[in-house]
């Protein structure tokens, strides 16, 4: 009979350890779609949000810490493609001149993306968005409308990678303006 109550404890232990942790992923989940609700692109969002593992057990300010990591992620491939597009284009020095004035800018970017996240661990989250909007935001705007205005063509996938940093810079804004 002993046997039979311990297993039946274990079995109501193990129930309510699954139920918990399942309301408790719900819960985030809840928050996740909450906190990307307000942007232009909520899928973008959560995808970002869900591809690291951490999401789930994030506050509010984990998920925007989360979010710019996506958002390094993409400025990393920015700055690698726009080198590389740099040394393709050496023949033409106003192509060439533009792509190294947007890794310039990149790396001013990687600085406002520490700041930022510097400004989110110390609760300094009017501070945070400042720096996402001045050193994160503006400088691949400006490599963007640089790139336009010179009618440099760019790879489709140089382009994919500056819309969703955008994208998720934007989401980003959103998130911590509501702190």
């Known amino acids: 009979m002993n046997k039979k109550m311990a297993l039946?404890?274990?079995l109501l232990i193990l129930t309510t350890?699954?139920?918990t942790i399942s309301v408790i992923s719900r819960a985030n989940e809840e928050l996740m779609m909450q906190q990307c609700h307000?942007?232009?692109?909520p899928t973008?969002?959560?995808r970002c949000l869900s591809s690291d593992p951490g999401s789930h057990e994030a506050d509010k300010v984990g998920l925007a810490r989360i979010i710019l990591k996506?958002?390094?992620s993409h400025l990393l491939v920015l700055t690698k493609n726009a080198s590389t597009l740099g040394s393709q284009h050496y023949q033409n020095p106003n192509t060439a001149a533009a792509l190294k004035q947007c890794g310039l800018g990149f790396s001013t970017a990687k600085h406002g993306v520490g700041e930022a996240d510097t400004q989110l661990i110390t609760g300094d989250y009017d501070k945070a968005a400042y720096d996402v909007s001045v050193k994160v935001v503006n400088p691949p705007v400006?490599?963007?409308n640089s790139l336009e205005a010179l009618n440099i063509q760019v790879p489709s996938s140089f382009r994919y990678h500056m819309d969703v940093y955008l994208a998720l810079t934007q989401a980003l804004l959103r998130i911590v303006d509501r702190f």
């Open 38 to 41: 307000n942007s232009d692109n």
């Open 17 to 19: 350890l699954v139920t």
């Open 142 to 144: 400006s490599c963007r």
């Open 70 to 72: 996506c958002i390094n």
């Open 8 to 10: 039946l404890a274990k």
């Open 44 to 46: 973008l969002c959560l």
